[in-house]
């Protein structure tokens, strides 16, 4: 006898997971982009059915901000959607430093 879907219960992911999840599909898609030297931390928040992602991103300098944000933005919505089952409503990225390799930069930071 099949129980329906709906009188079996209910799967409950951690917000955790989808954090964790986020932020390994944010550093897929900056190693895809050859950008080995940046990181990304992900928060997520589950609502009425679907996740908020929150992103941080620490990015080399040069570097063309709005395309690298963008093609993040659809990986990491893309991805966590296809692996935690839950859709992706927002994504917000905030790109909180850009740093410069260390060849360019002095003792004291600056460029030279």
Known sequence: MTIPAAQRGALSIADRV???TATAAAREALHDLDHPT????ATAVTRR?????N???DLPYPIDIPATTDAVHHHVARRTE????????TVRIRVERLHLPQAE????GRVR
Not at 38 to 41: D, F, G, K, N, P
């Open 38 to 41: 940046a990181t990304a931390r």
């Open 82 to 89: 296809g692996l935690v089952g839950l859709p992706v409503a």
């Open 18 to 20: 989808i954090s964790r």
């Open 55 to 57: 992103l941080a991103l």
């Open 49 to 53: 059915g679907s996740a908020r992602l």
């Open 105 to 108: 930069a002095g003792d004291d």
